[in-house]
T-cell receptor, first 114, second 116 residues
Framework: AQSVTQLGSHVSVSEGALVLLRCNYS??????LFWYVQYPNQGLQLLLK??????LVKGINGFEAEFKKSETSFHLTKPSAHMSDAAEYFC????????????FGSGTQLTVLP | DTGVSQDPRHKITKRGQNVTFRCDPI?????LYWYRQTLGQGPEFLTY????????KSRLLSDRFSAERPKGSFSTLEIQRTEQGDSAMYLC??????????????FGDGTRLSIL
């Protein structure tokens, strides 16, 4: 079985400040990890994915995430927050086994203060 | 690539009625997924198709729920005898590939169901 824990259901940062959203996973087999962003009343948009290649993954809109196996973490960062980054962010895990579904964390709502 | 399309965007119905949602995946994607998202939570997996075959179903998918993908293209999700607890956003996603789970899933904008 696999699971995801996102620490901090709400994170507030000032515009221009570093964004750090935390994600820890649990998986008995090597995982594939994803970050998605969701704007109000919309579906989920893929930000980036880790699929066992480079451990530092770059995504869209200046986001990146680093896979750390020893810490079972896949934290999302962005050097400088923009007002348009305000949204809900979800970390998700799946594996190469028979299951194809994504298991999501409960999400982190990011607020960007002017 | 026109993206995943879901219809309707919003559905309001009375308790006990049946509802049906439609999902049109990205045309070249052979995998299709349904998820349910309640307020303040991440999406939860409901079911998965590879082409027209329904390969996995979550325990969340009670016998009041049925999903089909008759020709391996669009899919429908039907809920019979709706209950208050069915109120949620129903998300459809599609992905390419026949191997492991490393192909990203692309999501539609969802159907928001409200039960009166």
């Amino acid at each position: 079985a696999q699971s995801v824990t996102q620490l901090g259901s709400h994170v507030s940062v000032s515009e221009g400040a570093l964004v750090l959203l935390r994600c820890n996973y649990s998986s008995s087999v090597p995982p594939y990890l994803f970050w998605y962003v969701q704007y109000p009343n919309q579906g989920l948009q893929l930000l980036l994915k880790y699929t066992s290649a480079a451990t530092l993954v770059k995504g869209i809109n200046g986001f990146e995430a680093e896979f750390k196996k020893s810490e079972t973490s896949f934290h999302l960062t962005k050097p400088s927050a923009h007002m348009s980054d305000a949204a809900e962010y979800f970390c998700a895990v799946t594996t190469s086994g028979s299951a194809r579904q994504l298991t999501f964390g409960s999400g982190t709502q990011l607020t960007v203060l002017p | 690539d026109t993206g995943v399309s879901q219809d309707p965007r919003h559905k309001i119905t009375k308790r006990g009625q049946n509802v049906t949602f439609r999902c049109d995946p990205i045309s070249e994607h052979n995998r299709l997924y349904w998820y349910r998202q309640t307020l303040g939570q991440g999406p939860e997996f409901l079911t998965y198709f590879q082409n027209e075959a329904q390969l996995e179903k979550s325990r969340l998918l009670s016998d009041r729920f049925s999903a089909e993908r008759p020709k391996g293209s669009f899919s429908t999700l039907e809920i019979q005898r709706t209950e208050q607890g069915d109120s949620a956003m129903y998300l459809c996603a599609s992905s390419a590939g026949t191997g492991g789970g490393n192909q990203p899933q692309h999501f539609g904008d969802g159907t928001r169901l409200s039960i009166l």
